[in-house]
C-alpha cells in the first residue's frame, strides 16, 4: 500500500525544512583554536550595595549645596542652577504618580515635587 501524501503537507515540511536551515545558517562560525578573537568582556562587578564599580567611581551629585531649594516652587527656570550646584550630570524632575526608571546614577539629581510643584525631596541616584 502506498502512503498518501497531499499537497498541503508536503508544502509544511518543505517550509519547515527551509526554516531549521536558515536557523543552522544563521549561527555564528566557530573559529579554530589559536586564531586571535577577542572574547567577550567579563560581566561587570557589583558591589554590595548593588552598584557597579563603574558606577561607583562616578562621582554623585552634592545635595549639601541645593538643601535650600527644598519647600520652593518649581521653576525649570532653576533648574540648571541646581545641576551646576549639584554638580549633577542629569537631572530629573519626578511629579507624583510618574513612572520612573529603576536604574541607579549617583550623578543624577532627582528632584521630587508635590501635587502643587514644590520641591519637597531631593536625591541623588
Given at each position: 500500500m502506498r502512503p498518501s501524501f497531499s499537497?498541503?503537507?508536503v508544502v509544511i515540511a518543505s517550509a519547515l525544512t527551509l526554516l531549521l536551515a536558515a536557523c543552522a545558517s544563521s549561527q555564528?562560525?566557530?573559529?579554530?583554536?589559536?586564531d586571535d578573537?577577542?572574547?567577550?568582556?567579563p560581566?561587570?562587578?557589583?558591589?554590595?550595595?548593588?552598584?557597579?564599580?563603574?558606577?561607583?567611581?562616578?562621582?554623585?551629585?552634592?545635595?549639601?549645596?541645593?538643601?535650600?531649594?527644598i519647600g520652593e516652587q518649581f521653576d525649570e527656570a532653576n533648574v540648571s542652577q541646581w545641576q551646576s550646584d549639584s554638580n549633577a550630570a542629569q537631572v530629573r524632575v519626578l511629579r507624583p504618580g510618574d513612572m520612573a526608571t529603576m536604574d541607579h546614577r549617583p550623578d543624577r539629581l532627582n528632584i521630587h515635587l508635590d501635587d502643587q510643584d514644590v520641591v519637597n525631596d531631593l536625591r541623588c541616584g
Open positions: 499537497l498541503s503537507s555564528m562560525p566557530i573559529s579554530p583554536a589559536g578573537v577577542d572574547a567577550a568582556p560581566p561587570p562587578t557589583v558591589t554590595s550595595n548593588g552598584a557597579s564599580e563603574e558606577q561607583n567611581q562616578v562621582d554623585a551629585c552634592d545635595l549639601d549645596t541645593i538643601q535650600y531649594a
